[in-house]
């Protein structure tokens, strides 16, 4: 192992997700030569090896994973369960978490058998420093463990601790699913305005510089959103017509159920690639 301030980690999966927190644990300081990363793809090996010089990247689980101190899943759920008994035997001392939707802590800990585990739902903005990750830890992780997974977790953005497990799956439908949504908005914001007669850059740029704006604007008020809506809604304007136009259309209504699709696909996705 290595030391506490450094400790060795492996990411098993090597995609957005991985590639995020090891570029945030490199920029922070934690040396290349303390993090490995298992990735089947030969490609993507290549892709890593060249993004991340002096990190060791691996075609398969194997003795060189026994050092780790905390072993990041970043795999699909549809595969965790192979990664997990194929790795298990190499990982007996080792903190794990996930980052993987769907898979139960249960799970994990029936395959990897251990109860040391810490299940995360990140989201893309990770990759530019600007996530936002929901945590939830098992009974087994110590308080150690958990200052470790923060200061992990950090490097890509923000976090917030849930207290019960079945909370991660709101997570997923909120911010694990929601850059998605906002791209989503985004679209049709440029779409609408070309229609206008803006051009499509700048179409898209009105965009994503309003969504950056009011984003901030509700981070830094105190104020519920509901207020700073009102604020910029006179009754009779531009925007109490388009606002009034949505509701009509039901739009807030099917948001919240699309948000619910999101959340039960989760639940699914545990009782379907948990067992």
């Known amino acids: 192992m290595n030391t506490p301030t450094h400790p060795t980690i492996t990411f098993i999966g090597g995609g957005n997700m991985a590639s995020a927190i090891v570029g945030g644990l490199l920029r922070q300081g934690h040396p290349a030569s303390a993090l490995q990363i298992v990735e089947p793809w030969d490609e993507q090996r290549v892709k890593l090896a060249q ?26 759920p549809q595969t965790f369960k192979d990664a997990a008994l194929t790795s298990q035997p190499h990982l007996s001392n080792a903190l794990h978490l996930s980052v993987a939707a769907g898979i139960t ?10 109860q040391r585990i810490v299940r995360a739902m990140p989201n893309t903005p990770a990759l530019v420093g600007l996530g936002m990750t929901g945590l939830f830890a098992r009974d087994g992780a110590s308080a150690a463990d958990r200052a470790l997974v923060e200061a992990v977790v950090k490097t890509t953005g923000e976090l ?12 997923t439908a909120l911010s694990g699913s929601g ?19 803006l051009p499509p850059e700048v179409a898209y740029q009105l965009a ?3 969504f950056i704006g009011a984003s901030t604007l509700a981070q830094r008020s105190d104020d519920p959103p509901q207020v700073l809506r009102e604020r910029v809604t006179s009754k009779g304007g531009t925007t109490y017509a388009a606002l009034t136009s949505m509701e009509a259309a039901g739009v807030r209504a099917k948001f919240e159920e699309a948000l619910f699709a999101a959340q039960n696909r989760a639940e699914e996705l545990g009782r379907e690639f948990g067992k």
């Not at 497990?165 to 997570?171: G, M």
């Not at 850059?179 to 007669?197: H, I, K, N, S």
């Open 51 to 76: 993004q991340f010089p002096g990190v060791s990247v691996l075609a398969a689980a194997s003795a060189e994973m026994r050092a780790s101190d905390l072993v990041v899943w970043a795999v699909k």
């Open 105 to 114: 802590s249960d799970s994990m800990a029936g395959w990897l058998q251990t």
């Open 160 to 171: 917030v601790w849930v207290s019960a497990e079945p909370q991660l799956d709101a997570v």
């Open 179 to 197: 850059p998605a949504y906002v791209f989503y908005f985004l679209e049709a914001m440029r779409d609408a305005g070309t229609r206008m007669g």
């Open 208 to 210: 994503v510089g309003t």
